[in-house]
């Protein structure tokens, strides 16, 4: 079945630092999805690429689908402690509504 | 916050009891999606529900459960737990079609002893 691999699993960083976690696939992609966790909560919705090379900013986070729609990314720029949390990818299943296939998220952790 | 409800909280069960969780969907979506989350993983999908009727399932046995609501709402049913099956459970409604945003509720921590 359709799965997505995501590195790396832990990230530590300074504050200020920047942060990458990537997402790759072996099979072409329609479309891919950013969800973040904080600690102790739920996944919250980041955003949806879906054209082949697109790169899509909000704020520090600048999110970018590969050309051939198998790989993509999540950086941050200079992060701050409330960037605490895991990431995840997440890809459609192929069920008719639409599951979602995750990856298993990179730790993101920021010291002050 | 999503507007996604799901009780209870938490919940302490004993091997080889049931167990029933509930989720109240977002105004306006018509499908919800239950997925299981492991410590330090990310979230399994086990099925989703579209209008009253499964639509999907995930690598889950029989013994997961579910049923939806002609208001949207759903439960998880587990029979026969087991002690893998602690985890974060997490409802996700959204509205139909693929490719869509899903919201999650705050899910339920569910502990098999």
């Known amino acids: 079945g359709q799965q997505v691999m995501q590195i790396p699993q832990y990230q530590h960083v300074q504050e200020g630092e920047d942060f990458t976690t990537y997402c790759n696939s072996s099979t072409t992609l329609s479309n891919i999805q950013w969800y973040k966790q904080r600690p102790g909560g739920h996944p919250v919705f980041l955003i949806q690429?879906?054209?082949?090379?697109e790169v899509k900013k909000q704020k520090r986070l600048t999110f970018q689908f590969g050309e051939a729609k198998k790989n993509s990314s999540l950086h941050i720029t200079a992060t701050q402690t409330t960037d605490v949390g895991t990431y995840f990818c997440?890809?459609?299943?192929?069920?008719?509504?639409?599951?979602?296939?995750f990856g298993k998220g990179t730790k993101l952790s920021v010291k002050p | 916050e999503t507007g996604v409800t799901q009780s209870p909280t938490h919940l302490i069960k004993t091997r080889g009891q049931q167990v029933t969780l509930r989720c109240s969907s977002q105004?306006?979506?018509?499908?919800v999606s239950w997925y299981q989350q492991a410590l330090g993983q990310g979230p399994q999908f086990i099925f989703q529900?579209?209008?009253?009727?499964?639509?999907g399932r995930g690598n889950f046995p029989p013994r997961f459960s579910g049923l939806q609501f002609p208001n949207y709402s759903s439960e998880l049913n587990v029979n026969a737990l087991e002690l893998d099956d602690s985890a974060l459970y997490l409802c996700a409604s959204s509205p139909p079609g693929q490719g869509v945003e899903q919201y999650f509720g705050p899910g339920t921590r569910l502990t098999v002893t």
């Open positions: 105004s306006g979506h018509n499908t």
């Open positions: 690429l879906v054209k082949s090379g």
């Open positions: 997440a890809v459609s299943g192929g069920g008719s509504q639409g599951n979602l296939i």
């Open positions: 529900y579209y209008r009253e009727e499964e639509n």
